[in-house]
């Protein structure tokens, strides 16, 4: 009887090998590294996201970054002192807990400090966010983006960075500052599936009564972080902290 074409056998050896040899081709890399760099740093990433890691890889270019492999990262420096690859790195080791990573750079702390000092991005909050403020909405026609932020945020946190380029096809003039964005009426009932008692008015999105969106010190569910993002609130900072860094032997707190 000849065999059916669904009842295949599908070896993984050839996976698990590939794994494996990814994984050790990472380990003499990191090592690499090691030999290449004068200072090895650990960092950690608040809100991490991708694509501003990517940014920050691109704006220091000289440097080489490691996230999210801590294990591999551990055993490429040595976890104890019979195994370090340096001489004191596997202090380095023991850093490496949580959402860290590494980087290796010969560019002075100094400069790797200010650097990230300096850096910090919002994007929006996702659900389990806990929340830096509370915002209450007003009852009327509904806004976003910029106007949004000027109505219902406080002005210290009204930074560049916490709104978006207003969408050319959906902007209306409002007076002489400029415009208001708002939402069109085919997202009314979105809106209202998401919990805003919202209605149409005249063909625009209009809010029934008074409504808190979220509320400071408490964690966002889904259902607000869909809303802030349709809002264009950005609210998460994604923010990279230094916490030490190796060099010559010395370890250096942050």
Request: glycine residues 6%.
């Amino acid at each position: 009887m000849p065999r059916s074409k669904r009842q295949k056998i599908v070896s993984l050896t050839k996976t698990e090998a590939k794994g494996k040899e990814h994984k050790e081709k990472l380990i003499d890399t990191i090592k690499e590294c090691c030999d290449k760099y004068e200072y090895i740093w650990v960092y950690s990433v608040k809100n991490m996201r991708n694509a501003y890691l990517k940014n920050v890889r691109n704006k220091l270019k000289t440097s080489r970054f490691f996230y999210g492999r801590n294990k591999v990262m551990v055993k490429a420096l040595g976890s104890e002192k019979e195994s370090e690859y340096k001489q004191n790195i596997s202090s380095l080791s023991k850093k490496l807990v949580g959402e860290v990573g590494l980087f290796f750079t010969s560019e002075s702390p100094e400069s790797i400090t200010e650097y990230f000092d300096e850096l910090r991005e919002y994007d929006y909050a996702r659900s389990g966010f806990l929340c830096p403020h509370t915002i209450s909405i007003k009852q009327g026609e509904l806004v976003k983006g910029t106007e949004f932020l000027k109505r219902y945020l406080d002005t210290e946190h009204n930074t560049d960075e916490m709104t978006i380029d207003a969408d050319e096809n959906s902007k209306e003039e409002n007076g002489e500052n400029g415009y208001v964005e708002r939402f069109p009426p085919n997202m009314e009932s979105q809106l209202r599936d998401l919990g805003l008692p919202t209605e149409l008015v005249k063909g625009k999105v209009h809010l029934t009564n008074d409504f808190q969106l979220c509320t400071k010190g408490q964690t966002l569910t889904p259902q607000q972080a869909q809303l802030l993002k349709l809002f264009d609130v950005k609210l998460a900072p994604f923010k990279v902290d230094l916490v030490c860094y190796w060099n010559n032997g010395n370890i250096v707190e942050m």
